[in-house]
């Protein structure tokens, strides 16, 4: 069945960074989109863009543009998230889910969540 | 502030149907289809409605979705005690370039 898995907790300081790793199993990697959406503690959800595992292309969220890097390794079939020059209110849990074959940006299915803490 | 606005709460008895409204603009649930997630506590989202009114194989058919102008609602029909989650509605937005989410509805069953 596909599934996604992502990397355990991380706690930082501010101004570091943090990469997130989200690993694809039952399906071809290269035919879907994956996104990185965040859910910061009590609150909603938040796209924070999409990548091409094909071609490496990618397209994100105007708030995140300068410190969000997407990029992906197909020989592990594996997604990253990078985000850099963390501030407190980056705390989050952060999800991979990939786009579903029922419709474009239909998320489908995500990923189990990453807690990232940023804290001095 | 989400860009699509839906209700903080909502509320019925088991076996009664509620409905959640999502209200967007001309730039993403009026010209993109209306995807519905379910979050239940401490989980996952997940993919409850899919194009406006379809449903993944396994949700059950108490769930159902429309869609209308800029607007789209979700109905659960027969409230269980299982279904208490968040609910969240989201589209493509043409202008943002964006998937963008409602601020999610809290269900609570009574």
């Known amino acids: 069945q596909v599934q996604l898995v992502q990397s355990g907790a991380e706690v930082k300081k501010p101004g570091a960074s943090v990469k997130v790793s989200c690993k694809a199993s039952?399906?071809?990697?290269?035919?879907?989109?994956m996104h990185w959406v965040r859910q910061a503690p009590g609150q909603g959800l938040e796209w924070m863009g999409w990548?091409?595992?094909?071609?490496?292309?990618?397209n994100y969220a105007q708030k995140f543009q300068g410190r969000v890097t997407m990029t992906r390794d197909t020989s592990i079939s594996t997604a990253y998230m990078e985000l850099s020059r963390l501030r407190s209110d980056d705390t989050a849990v952060y999800y991979c889910?990939?786009?579903?074959?029922?419709?474009?940006?239909?998320?489908?299915?995500w990923g189990q969540g990453t807690l990232v803490t940023v804290s001095s | 502030q989400s860009v699509l606005t839906q209700p903080p709460s909502a509320s019925g008895t088991p076996g009664q149907r509620v409905t959640i409204s999502c209200s967007g603009s001309s730039s993403n649930i009026g010209s993109n289809t209306v995807n519905w997630y379910q979050q239940l506590p401490g989980t996952a989202p997940k993919l409850l409605i899919y194009s406006n009114n379809q449903r993944p194989s396994g949700v059950p058919d108490r769930f159902s979705g429309s869609k209308s102008g800029t607007s789209a609602s979700l109905a659960i029909s027969g409230l269980q005690s299982e279904d208490e989650a968040d609910y969240y509605c989201?589209?493509?937005?043409?202008?943002?370039?964006?998937?963008?989410f409602g601020g999610g509805t809290k269900l609570t069953v009574l």
């Open positions: 889910a990939r786009d579903s074959p029922y419709s474009t940006y239909t998320l489908d299915p």
């Open positions: 039952g399906y071809t990697f290269t035919g879907y989109y």
């Open positions: 990548i091409n595992p094909n071609s490496g292309g990618t």
């Open positions: 989201a589209a493509w937005d043409d202008s943002l370039n964006a998937v963008v």
